[in-house]
C-alpha cells in the first residue's frame, strides 16, 4: 500500500467518524465515496489489515530508531566521561609540571648560589696559599735552623696539603 493510498484511506476513516455531526448531503456524499473505495466487506478488512501492517513497520522503524538513539546516547556519555577523566589528567600533568618547573627553578638557584661559593672559597684558598708560600719563603730566609721549628714545617706540609686540594678541584 502506498503512502498516498493510506493518507487516502486515513482521511475516509476519519470523516466516517465524524459523519454523525454533517449534515444529511454531505454524510450521503462521504458514504457513496465510502463504497467506492470499499465495495464490500473484504475490501475493508484488507485495507485495515494493510493499515495495521503499515502502522507495525512504523512501529518496528520508531522501535529501532529508538534503539539507535539509544545506543548513541551511550557512546556520547562513554565519550564524555573519557574527555572528563582526560581533562583531568592533562590538570594532573599540568600542575606536575609546574611543580617540575618551580623544583627546576629552585634547584638552579641553588645551584647558583653553590658555584658563586665555590668560586669564593677558591679564591680564599688561592689567597690562603700564596700568604702560606710568601711566609714559608719568608721562614726559610730570615730562619737558618728551619729544621729546629717543628710549627714552621707542620706549615708547610699544610701548605702542601692544600695545594693537592685546590689542584683536585676542578670546576
Avoid at 11 to 29: C, D, G, H, Q
Avoid at 87 to 103: F, T, Y
Avoid at 106 to 131: D, N, P, T, V, W
Amino acid at each position: 500500500m502506498t503512502d498516498a493510498e493510506l493518507a487516502h484511506t486515513k482521511e475516509l476513516a476519519f470523516w466516517m467518524t465524524e459523519r454523525v455531526f454533517m449534515n444529511p448531503i454531505s454524510a450521503k456524499f462521504l458514504t457513496e465515496d465510502w463504497r467506492k473505495v470499499f465495495p464490500d466487506e473484504v475490501a475493508v478488512a484488507e485495507r485495515m489489515k494493510a493499515l495495521v501492517e503499515a502502522l507495525e513497520a512504523k512501529d518496528a522503524r520508531i522501535a529501532g530508531m529508538k534503539a539507535e538513539r539509544d545506543e548513541f546516547r551511550r557512546r556520547l556519555n562513554l565519550d564524555r566521561d573519557i574527555l572528563a577523566d582526560a581533562d583531568k589528567r592533562i590538570a594532573e600533568l599540568q600542575e606536575s609540571n609546574a611543580q617540575v618547573i618551580h623544583s627546576r627553578d629552585h634547584y638552579k638557584h641553588i645551584s647558583e648560589e653553590l658555584m658563586r661559593r665555590i668560586h669564593e672559597l677558591q679564591s680564599r684558598a688561592e689567597a690562603a696559599e700564596k700568604c702560606l708560600s710568601n711566609l714559608a719563603a719568608v721562614s726559610r730566609r730570615y730562619l737558618p735552623d728551619y729544621d729546629e721549628h717543628p710549627e714552621i714545617q707542620a706549615a708547610d706540609d699544610l701548605l702542601e696539603q692544600n695545594s693537592i686540594v685546590t689542584a683536585g678541584i676542578q670546576i
